[in-house]
C-alpha cells in the first residue's frame, strides 16, 4: 500500500525560508507526479506547484521566483524550498503523489509565516 508521508513545517519569520519533503513509500513504481498544495481555512485546496518525473515543473504565479520544487525520482521523495515568505503563504500544505495512475495524499502540515 502507497504511503505518502510530508515533513517540514512550522513557524518562520516573514522573509525567511522553509523546506518541506514528502516521501512516497510502498510501491515500486516510479511516480508521474509529484504536487503541492496548500489550503487555508474556508477556501479550497489549491495547488501550488508540480514535478513530473522528467523534471517538469510548474508553480502558480504567486510563487514563481520564491518557491522551488524538485525531486528524488529514485527515492520517489519530492522537495518544496520556499523563499522569501509573506503571511500570505500561511496555510496547510499537502503533497501529492500520482503513482500508476492514483493520487494518493500525505498529512497536511502548517506552514505559519508571522511578519
Known amino acids: 500500500q502507497v504511503q505518502v508521508v510530508a515533513s517540514g513545517g512550522g513557524w518562520v519569520q516573514a522573509g525567511g525560508s522553509q523546506r518541506l519533503s514528502c516521501a512516497a513509500s510502498?510501491?515500486?513504481?516510479?511516480?508521474?507526479?509529484f504536487a503541492w498544495y496548500r489550503q487555508v481555512p474556508g477556501k479550497q485546496r489549491d495547488v501550488v506547484a508540480t514535478i513530473t518525473n522528467r523534471g517538469i515543473t510548474s508553480y502558480i504565479d504567486r510563487v514563481k521566483g520564491r518557491f522551488a520544487i524538485s525531486a528524488d525520482n529514485s527515492a520517489n521523495t519530492v522537495y518544496l524550498d520556499m523563499a522569501n515568505l509573506t503571511d500570505e503563504d500561511t496555510a496547510v500544505y499537502y503533497c501529492?503523489?500520482?503513482?500508476?495512475?492514483?493520487?494518493?495524499w500525505g498529512q497536511g502540515i502548517q506552514v505559519t509565516v508571522s511578519s
Open positions: 510502498g510501491s515500486n513504481r516510479t511516480f508521474s507526479v
Open positions: 501529492g503523489a500520482a503513482i500508476e495512475g492514483k493520487l494518493y
